[in-house]
């Protein structure tokens, strides 16, 4: 199976996908069930003006952020390369090309 | 002592600039609404860095701005929840859902699962989630409309709600899928500058230094602000509500729609990538703006005006801005309504005709004539529609409303269409069941819930204990989906998820 083939770019990409999606919902939800189980370790004040709550709170959106950030980065280099691969390859091997129905310009 | 409830001519003045501007765009746009390519899809022909605007307009609704704003200026650190749990559904519908659905699908999130799966019965059972999440969203947000118009002009409530429907009609009707796009843009930037500048004035007070104004609330009204505190008392619903702001995003039948405007897949993960960094930005302001509120105007003054402290951020304006800057925010505020109202229109436009009158009914015969009057028609149905349901539903509480729809979009459609991208074995059965039994078990479990039965009925217990429904009904979605195709399973629909494997990566291939 050559790395360009479908299944090797299928399954790279969902391996990424759930990867990051996992990361996400850990960081979330590990956010969540301090809130829900142990308010007073949130409440502790870091600095002055500062909770651990809010600290962490924002820590979620710039984590949210980088994510992303990551999966365009893998998207744009690894992921396009290989589906540069895989147009070119699928019409050297004749396969049907489908029609576009209605697509627009 | 403050000004609102009274007309302001300013406010009056900005928010007949932001209809004549955005009028104007719907002339220029029903130039070009000709096919129905257009009408649904802006003729595929938003760059990635407008779509991004785009779905933080439609995103950043009256909930985020004045709701979130309103939370965290009465209770502190619980209306964070919030802020964050809206932001993390982004990356979600990114990874999952962005690429997939635009090279699946033309002009609905119904098209994807239609692709692969029987057409009829597939798109009957999507029609209905996707009808149930946008009658609640707009009822939220027409009720809030009525509320905002009726506090900052001084209009009645009724006169508000048919202003609003009417306005919003022109664009969708004359501009299709170009207006609307376009006065999102308007809004978001005129929402985004808005919230920044008032930020900004806050912070001006504090040194700008976001710590000083946090000690301060914390001084005024003790260290618990900084806290999680009695909004989410039960550990099982935290997780539930944790569960639907995620998860509910990727099932926005008005989101999942703008990933068909632009030109390709790449183009659709780009204008995430936008649209997350904007809405992260956007709630981080939420933190200033709740706590400068809070410090600035004071929690009486604020629920003295609106119990519900939706007139904090309005207020605020006004505190540190004068009532010009009140007249700005506010007709900012009622942009960000309308915006949102005419998506949504869209979107239930899209699934009446094209879903269900052209797909359904007509088995895909009818001409692009046909198409378009269909989907015209079901804009105005729906215009009608929504000015009644703001009317009949004036005085409910509104977040509970945009809570439910996001319960009932991570019920009713986030489970089918995640499977339906990833799962070879889903079947027609199972996606129709787990499309059915999600929207019904979202909305009888809030109908049975504490939100219903004691706030709203005076019933003094709930048979269902949770206030969120997300646990229980998105798990039964994702179980009755996996379940029922199992048991019944269906070899030719497998064979035909290997025939669109191709597709889903590298969309319609022309051929050159």
């Known amino acids: 199976m050559s790395s360009h083939s479908l299944e090797a770019v299928s399954a790279a990409r969902w391996r990424v996908a759930l990867s990051l999606t996992v990361a996400m919902m850990a960081v979330y939800f590990g956010f969540v069930l301090l809130v829900a189980f142990n308010k007073p370790l949130l409440g502790t004040v870091v600095a002055r003006g500062l909770s651990l709550g809010m600290l962490l709170g924002a820590l979620v959106i710039l984590v949210a952020w980088a994510l992303t950030w990551i999966y365009i980065r893998w998207a744009n280099t690894h992921y396009d390369a290989s589906l540069r691969g895989l147009r070119s390859t699928g019409r050297a091997q004749g396969e049907p090309v489908r029609h576009a129905q209605g697509e627009g310009r | ?512």
């Open chain 2, 1 to 512: 002592m403050t000004s609102l409830g009274e007309p302001n001519a300013l406010a009056i003045t900005f928010f007949i600039l932001f209809i004549a501007s955005s009028l104007g765009i719907t002339i220029w746009a029903s130039r070009k609404t000709t096919t129905t390519d257009h009408f649904y899809a802006a003729g595929r022909s938003v760059t990635a860095l407008q779509n991004g605007l785009a779905l933080a307009g439609d995103y950043m609704s009256a909930a985020s701005f004045l709701g979130i704003a309103g939370l965290v200026a009465v209770s502190g650190f619980d209306g964070l929840i919030y802020s964050i749990g809206w932001l993390v559904g982004w990356p979600v519908v990114m990874f999952l859902i962005a690429e997939p659905l635009r090279n699946l699908g033309r002009y609905t999130f119904a098209d994807v699962l239609a692709a692969r799966l029987r057409q009829t019965p597939i798109r009957i059972a999507a029609s209905i989630g996707a009808l149930a999440v946008i009658t609640f969203y707009l009822i939220a947000q027409m009720v809030g409309a009525g509320n905002l118009i009726r506090l900052l002009f001084g209009l009645p409530y009724e006169a508000a709600v048919v202003i609003v429907g009417a306005v919003m009609l022109a664009y969708v009707l004359f501009g299709g899928m170009l207006a609307t796009t376009w006065v999102q843009i308007v809004k978001a930037v005129l929402l985004l500058g808005g919230a920044t500048l008032l930020a900004g004035l806050v912070l001006a007070r504090f040194s700008f230094n976001p710590l000083a104004l946090f000690a301060e609330a914390s001084d005024m009204y003790g260290a618990e602000v900084l806290s999680p505190g009695r909004l989410v008392t039960d550990p099982i619903d935290a997780v539930s509500l944790g569960l639907a702001l995620m998860l509910g995003t990727a099932g926005l039948p008005h989101i999942l729609m703008r990933f068909y405007t632009v030109r390709d897949a790449k183009t659709a993960r780009t204008s995430v990538g936008y649209a997350t960094a904007f809405i992260g930005f956007f709630y981080l302001l939420t933190f200033v703006l709740g706590f400068g509120a809070m410090v600035i105007i004071g929690r009486e003054a604020i629920t003295a005006v609106d119990a519900g402290g939706n007139m904090a951020a309005p207020l605020l304006a006004e505190g540190v801005g004068g009532t010009p800057f009140l007249g700005f925010i506010s007709a900012v505020a009622f942009a960000t309504i309308l915006a949102v109202v005419a998506g949504l229109t869209l979107s239930g436009a899209a699934t009446l005709s094209h879903d269900l009158w052209v797909s359904v009914f007509r088995g895909d015969k009818a001409d692009q004539r046909e198409q378009l009057v269909v989907a015209r028609s079901a804009t105005v149905l729906l215009a009608i529609v929504s000015i009644l349901l703001g009317i009949t539903f004036k005085g409910q509480n509104v977040a509970y409303m945009v809570g439910l729809a996001f319960a009932i979009a991570a019920s009713a459609n986030f489970p089918a269409l995640v499977l339906s991208i990833f799962w070879r074995g889903l079947t027609t059965r199972g996606a129709q069941f787990s499309m059915i039994s999600g929207t019904v078990s979202a909305l009888v479990l809030i109908f049975l819930s504490p939100t219903i039965q004691v706030d709203v009925l005076g019933n003094a217990d709930a048979w269902f204990p949770l206030r969120n429904p997300g646990i229980v009904s998105i798990s039964l979605s994702f179980a009755v989906a996996i379940g029922v195709s199992l048991m019944w399973p269906a070899a030719s629909e497998a064979k035909r998820f290997d025939e669109l494997e191709r597709q889903l990566h590298l969309g319609v291939e022309h051929v050159d």
